[in-house]
Structures are given as C-alpha cells and as structure tokens.
C-alpha cells in the first residue's frame, strides 16, 4: 500500500460512510473533513460534498483498495462553481479504475465546474484618470509573479511597442562569445525602436522572429551608442534559422511606458502593483479577474516503466482553465513548434484514459499532452481555445520503445482555436515520435504557424512516426503572415502507412516563403494524400521537400497565389504520383520551385488556370510535358465548380473531372460538429501577433 492509499484509509476511518457508496460529490461549498456521499450539505451543515478532487481522488483510491472487484463505475461528481487550485490535481496508478468498473470525474447534472490554475483579483481601487489599481504583496515579495491576465474569461495583453506592427532588425551581429553554446545574443536597432530609459527594463521581453519560429528574449544591456541590444541569452543555434539577421521583424513586450489603451494591463513586480485600464462597459464590482500561478492543473502519472500506468480513468464535461508561462531569465527558443513545452493537462503512462465534452482555456503552454508510455487515450468532443500555445501534443521527441513509446491515441471531434497566444511557432496537434494515432473531425483555427504536425526526424532515419490517419479535418488561418515555412498539414520523416485523407485546408499565409496546404518535408515516404480541398495558400497547395514514393490522389487544389505544387529535391528515385487531381488558379505557376529530372509522375489530372492565359509545365508547353512522359491522359479543362469565387467547389454533374477518373467527396461538413458559437467567439478575440493581410501577391 502506497502513501496516498494509507492516508486516504485513514481518511476513510474518520469518515462516516454509509453502505457501499460508489459515487463522491465535490463542490465548491463543501468540505474535505465531510463524507462526500452526497451532492449538497444536510441541513445541519455537518455532512455534504468534499471540497476539493485531490481529497476526493484519496478516498477513491481507498475505497477501490477495499472493494478490489467492483463491476460498476465508480463516479467523483464536481458540482458547477470556480475551483480555485491550490496545487497541481495527481492522478496515479492507484485511481485507476477497470473495463467493468472506470473511475469517472464528472459535471454534476450538467453543470459546470471550472478548474482554474488562476487566482481571484479583488480589491482594485480606481484613480482619476480610470485605470485600476490592486497591490498583491506576494507579488512585491517576490513568491508570485505572473505574465498573463484574463477578465471575464478575455486574455488581456500586456503594452508592447510598437503599438501596431513590428519593428525590423537594423544589422546583424555576431555573437558576444565567439564559442558561445548555443546561437545569436545581440543585434542593431533603429534609433528610437528600443529605448534604455524604459522602466523596468529587466522585465521587458523580446519577440524576435528567426523563419519558422519566433525567440522570446529579454534585455542584457542597450549600447546607445552603437544602437545595440545584448541579450541575457542566446537562440538556440548557430545555423541560419535562429539568426538575428537584419530585416527579420521583432516585438517588444511589457513596456510600461505604452500602458495607454483600453484592455492593457502591466505589473511591476517591485512595487507588487498591477494596473490595468478597463474596456468600455467593465466596471470594478461585475468583473472577474483571474491570474494564473499554477503551470501545470492535471497531472496523470504513471510508471511504464515499472508497469504501472493509470488505467480507465475518464474526465467529462469539466473545464479547465487559467495556467502559467513565465519567461525564463535567459529567455526561451526552441528549434520548432514550440514542442518541448508541457502541457496544462499531462499524461505519462496513462492507458484507456478518456477527456470528453471539457474545455482547456486560457493557458500558458500547450492544452493536453500524452507522453512517455501513454496509449488507447481518447480526446473526444472536447474544446481548446486561448492557448498559449497548442492544443493537444502526443508523443516524445526522443525515442521511446515498447510500452514507453506513446501511441494508438486518438483526438476527435475537438475544436482547437486561437492557439500561439504567447508561442506563436505551436501547432494545434502535434504528434512526435508516435504512432498508430488517429486526428479525425477537428476544426483548427487561428495560428501562426501549422494546423497538424506529425513526426519528429528529419531526412531517411528509420521511422519513429508511422500508420497515423489524419481524416475529416478543418484547417483554417494558419499562418496569418507571422512565420514562415509552415503547412496546414505538416509532415516530417519516413511516414509509411500514413493518410491524410478529406480534410478541408485553407487560407494558409506565411510571412515569407513557405505557406502551403499540405507539406511533406524532408525525408517524407510512403503516404497517401487523398479527397482533401485545399484553397486559398500562400506558396501552394503540395509542397514535397524531399522524399519518396508519396502517392497523391483525388485532390481539389485551388488558388495558390504563388505555384500549385511545389517540390525542393530532385532524388534519384521517384519521390511522388499525382493521379485523379483537380488544380485549378488564377494566379501564380503551376508547378513551382525543382522539376528537374524525371522521377515523379503526374496522369490522369485536370487542370484549370482561370487567370485567363496560357500556362507551361515548369517552362514547358502541355504537348512538350507529355512527351516528357508526364500526364499523358490528362486535360485541361473547366471543371465547373458551382462557385470558386465564393470558395464553393462542389462539381457540376457535367464537369469534365469526371472523364480523368476523378471521385467527387463531399465539399463541406469537415471538421468537428456542435462548437460553432465558441469557434466564432475564438475568432472574435484580438490577434496575438500583428497579422497581414491577404490575399497579396507578395
């Protein structure tokens, strides 16, 4: 018997309990010293709900310890109300339930209990000039401090400059240690861009933008004569993509100075006073402010790899909200999707582990994470919105083998928006080193940089992320001119029994080079590409960098504003088949970037430039690319959308698509079902980072 199970049996002999009782109740007014056998108090007040799940999950554990063949669930219900965490929620092998007998952490009768790794602000006084005022103590003393801040349920940001755009890198320096470890640590600003007279200047950050990701720094040292800017820390390579080379756009975050417009909000962790300027309509006595001080809020933790895991434990219809991020004192880079960032909720040996109908909000990092050794979990009707970075991460970036290697999970139905409120280089899916896992009816929305990533090794290594189905998605506003290099669907390494199949991608914008539908980057072997529309990208529906044997079938790509499909490599084998494809543009190339040689083959595809001029097959007229070999049956030809003005492209019975072999799919109800009011109210936020506009042809 472990510690919790023996504190827990105590708990059990000081507590009345009548009959085998295989539900707990805890509520917001209850009590741990309580029974918890019932859903409100008696009318004495000395019985009713536990107050807390942690105790709850202690009794639990005793009660399955004494009743070791239960057939029935056992139930721990939350009755509606703001759960303020103490401490991070731990969920080990002891809770764990059976097939016949799961542990279910449940909305009481459909009400709804949030879990919020936040404290209440109360107490603001207000000055003349409007702005609100609330000194925290344990904030001037240096136990708290916080970066993030949300009223009535809305992420307030902190003043940044400039207060509309970016600034650009002036010149490109080297690093101050010509052997540093890592990367860059300095670089040139314009006159008046940074300004070493700013209050608090230790706490003033920096978001510098390398391609694909974006550096949060802060400030060593401003040399005014030079017009340089020293960092605490450095990127974290010294190869091209974390530089700091002149152009590149950056933010400066938390100046004080620019606290000047409604919803801004700025705390001085000398003095302990956080300030905030109200928006129209809020007033001091109706608002909840809410300040996150925990990381992490659920941890479910096994030991693979002892054998034990935490087995058939579900959490339904619970919201979880409010978690931190603070800037270390070197600053933050990470070479990609802000990947090694942990999760609000984390799963590490968790089997047949179940989220259904919850909310992850308002986070610091990413929502959901399923790690070392975690398997047969489901993700199920479950929404991510605010997040500071992604949505739901499985898998490791190391490799893992046998039951320490995540797996067989599956994500469904979710809703993932407004992601990379503070990462902007997060996914809203990533799976690692991981596979057997299954995306399917998703809708992802609003980021900076890719809608679902999979796989984590680069180039021909063996394949550490195979047979995962990535189907019935909705991918939309990736990008948004932030970052660079960036896919709706990315994917990287050999990926053999992979499909990516009727998923909808579009409106993918990349600062630079880079925004593309589906991206198979370098060493990309072995999948299927099948019944996907994709429309309205940067840099083209299909990039392949590099790979071999790619099948690509029975695709819409529509209206890349640069090129169609685009390939990097040119190899000596064949690197990919495009067969049964719609593309149709009106602006742009066809085929763009390397064609070189002859191992690829395109046939049976029809192809429509509604531009209204004649087009060439990478330089070559139709008749010269036939003869090459390539889409010796093909057409070109209107396939007679109903509507591709108004991205409608549903076929006419009569469209010419049909004699290449082309499949019509359904054209619309992709992507997850019963969140459009959140989807629209995630949409109605304010952006993260200054976005673009587009379409453009730049």
């Known amino acids: 018997m472990n510690m919790k199970s023996t504190l827990a049996l105590v708990s059990l002999l000081l507590i009345p309990v009548t009959g085998q009782c295989k539900s707990f109740y805890v509520s917001p007014k209850g009590n741990d010293h309580w029974s918890g056998n019932m859903p409100e108090s008696n009318r004495q007040h000395t019985d009713g709900p536990f107050a807390t799940l942690q105790h709850a999950l202690l009794v639990l554990a005793a009660y399955r310890l004494n009743h070791p063949a239960l057939s029935q669930p056992v139930h721990i219900y939350?009755?509606?109300?703001?759960?303020?965490?103490?401490?991070?929620?731990n969920v080990d092998p002891s809770d764990s339930g059976t097939p016949k007998s799961?542990?279910?952490?449940?909305?009481?009768?459909?009400?709804?209990?949030?879990?919020?790794?936040g404290r209440t602000l109360a107490g603001w006084t207000k000055t003349a000039d409007g702005r609100w005022h609330l000194l925290i103590p344990t904030v001037k003393s240096g136990q708290w401090n916080f970066e993030e801040l949300w009223v009535n349920g809305n992420r307030r940001y902190r003043p940044r400059a400039p207060q509309s755009g970016y600034f650009h890198i002036a010149s490109t320096k080297p690093a101050t240690t010509p052997n540093i470890k890592f990367?860059?640590?300095?670089?040139?600003?314009?006159?008046?861009?940074?300004?070493?007279?700013?209050?608090?200047?230790?706490?003033?950050?920096?978001?510098?933008?390398?391609?694909?990701?974006?550096?949060?720094?802060?400030?060593?040292?401003?040399?005014?004569?030079?017009?340089?800017?020293?960092?605490?820390?450095?990127?974290?390579?010294t190869a091209s993509w974390a530089e700091i080379p002149e152009g590149h756009q950056y933010l400066v975050k938390n100046v004080k100075e620019n606290l000047n417009e409604p919803g801004l909000w700025y705390l001085d962790n000398g003095t302990g006073e956080v300030t905030y300027i109200p928006v129209h309509g809020e007033h001091r006595s109706k608002v909840h402010i809410v300040a996150p001080h925990l990381t992490r809020l659920l941890n479910i933790e096994g030991m693979p790899d002892k054998g034990e895991t935490v087995r058939w434990v579900s959490f339904k219809g619970i919201s979880f909200m409010n978690s931190a991020w603070l800037t270390p004192s070197k600053g933050y880079?990470?070479?990609?999707?802000?990947?090694?960032?942990?999760?609000?909720?984390?799963?590490?040996?968790?089997?047949?582990?179940?989220?259904?109908?919850?909310?992850?909000?308002?986070?610091?990092?990413?929502?959901?994470?399923?790690?070392?050794?975690?398997?047969?979990?489901?993700?199920?009707?479950c929404a991510f919105t605010d997040l500071g970075a992604g949505g739901v991460k499985i898998g490791e970036l190391v490799s893992r083998k046998g039951n320490l290697e995540a797996g067989h999970d599956t994500v469904d139905n979710c809703l993932m928006a407004a992601g990379g409120r503070i990462h902007p280089a997060a996914t809203g899916i990533l799976i690692g080193k991981s596979s057997y896992n299954t995306i399917n009816r998703c809708t992802i929305s609003d980021f900076y940089y890719t809608g679902i990533s999979v796989g984590w090794t680069w180039g021909y290594a063996p394949s550490q992320a195979h047979n995962n189905i990535i189907s019935n998605n909705l991918i939309e506003r990736i990008g948004q001119g932030v970052l660079s290099d960036m896919g709706g669907i990315y994917?990287?390494?050999?990926?053999?029994?992979?499909?990516?199949?009727?998923?909808?991608?579009?409106?993918?914008?990349?600062e630079t080079y880079g925004g593309w539908g589906v991206y198979l980057d370098e060493g990309v072997c072995n999948v299927i590409v099948k019944n996907n529309l994709e429309y309205n990208t940067k840099s083209g529906s299909l990039h392949q960098h590099y790979g071999e044997d790619n099948l690509i079938e029975n695709n819409i790509f529509a209206n890349s504003l640069h090129g169609q499909i685009i390939r990097t490599l040119a190899e000596n084998h064949l690197s990919e088949t495009l067969e049964h494809n719609i593309i149709y543009w009106n602006k742009g190339v066809l085929l763009g970037s390397n064609w070189s040689g002859n191992n690829?083959?395109?046939?049976?595809?029809?192809?429509?430039?509604?531009?209204?001029?004649?087009?060439?097959?990478?330089?070559?007229?139709?008749?010269?690319?036939?003869?090459?070999?390539q889409d010796v049956h093909s057409l070109i030809a209107n396939p007679l959308f109903e509507?591709?003005?108004?991205?409608?492209?549903?076929?006419?019975?009569?469209?010419?698509?049909?004699?290449i072999g082309f499949h019509p799919f359904p054209v619309h109800h992709f992507g997850c079902a019963g969140y459009s009011r959140l989807l629209k109210l995630a949409n109605a936020l304010p952006d993260a980072f200054p976005a673009h506009q587009f379409p453009s042809g730049s």
């Not at 952490?105 to 879990?115: D, G, M, Q, S, T």
């Not at 509507?643 to 004699?659: G, T």
């Open 78 to 89: 939350l009755r509606g109300g703001f759960y303020s965490l103490q401490s991070t929620i």
């Open 102 to 117: 799961p542990t279910v952490i449940e909305a009481y009768h459909h009400e709804h209990p949030i879990l919020s790794g």
């Open 183 to 237: 990367g860059y640590d300095q670089f040139g600003y314009s006159v008046g861009d940074i300004n070493p007279d700013w209050q608090n200047l230790n706490e003033v950050e920096l978001m510098i933008t390398e391609i694909w990701n974006m550096a949060e720094m802060r400030i060593k040292t401003i040399h005014t004569a030079s017009h340089v800017v020293t960092l605490t820390g450095p990127t974290w390579s």
């Open 333 to 381: 880079d990470f070479p990609q999707a802000n990947a090694d960032l942990g999760g609000t909720i984390t799963m590490e040996g968790a089997r047949h582990c179940l989220f259904q109908n919850c909310t992850i909000s308002h986070t610091g990092a990413w929502g959901l994470t399923m790690e070392d050794g975690s398997r047969y979990n489901a993700v199920d009707d």
């Open 491 to 510: 994917l990287l390494g050999r990926s053999p029994g992979t499909i990516i199949e009727h998923n909808c991608i579009h409106d993918v914008y990349s």
């Open 600 to 629: 690829y083959k395109f046939d049976d595809n029809l192809y429509w430039f509604a531009g209204g001029k004649q087009f060439l097959f990478n330089g070559m007229s139709f008749a010269e690319w036939q003869q090459k070999g």
């Open 643 to 659: 509507d591709p003005s108004k991205n409608n492209f549903k076929l006419s019975s009569r469209s010419p698509a049909l004699e």
